[in-house]
C-alpha cells in the first residue's frame, strides 16, 4: 500500500512515462484517494508538484470515471494552480472532461458544478503571455466545448483566437484554425 508520504518520495526524483504508468496503475489498484493526489499538485517543490499533476492527468485519461466523485473538487482548486506545468495538465484534463466524448458521468457532475471560475481562469490563461502554448490550446478547446454552456464564450473565444493566432505558434494557429471554423 503505497501512503501519502511514500508517492511524495517516488515523485521527488526525476520520473520516466513508464514510471508514471506503473504509479498510475498501483494507484489505481489500491484506489489512492485521487482527492489527495490533487492536494499534492499543490506541494511547495514545483517539481514534485509538477509530477503529481502529469500523474493525475494520466490517471484521468485512463479511467476518467475514477473522478466521477472527485471532479467537482479537482475543478473548485482549478484557480489556484500557479504551476505552469501544472497549469498544462490540469487544462488537459477539463479539455477531456468537457469534451463531448466525456464519460455522461463527468458530463452530469460538470452539469451540477459551478463553472464560471473555471471559465474565467482559462480565459486568463489564455490571454496572459506568460502562459505556455500548450496551457493556450488545452484552454480555447476547453472554453470551446463550454460554449453552449455559456453562451458568451461564442463571442469572447473568437476573438482571442484571432488575436493569438496573429504572431502565434504553428499550434496555436493550427488549433485556432479549426476551433474558429467550428464556430
Known sequence: MLTHDELIKEISKTLAKTKVIKLRAILQKQNFQIRELIDITFYNDSGVSFRAAWLLENLYLKDPLLFADIISYLLSRFAEVKNPSCQR???????????????????KKLEETDLELVVETLFDWLIDPKVKIAVKVFAATALFNLRHRYAWINDELAPQLR?????GS??????GKKLLEAL
Do not use: C
Open 89 to 107: 495538465h490540469y487544462t488537459k484534463i477539463v479539455m477531456h472532461a468537457t469534451a463531448q466524448k466525456a464519460p455522461l458521468t463527468i458530463r
Open 163 to 167: 488575436f493569438l493566432m496573429l504572431n
Open 170 to 175: 504553428p499550434g496555436i494557429r493550427s488549433r
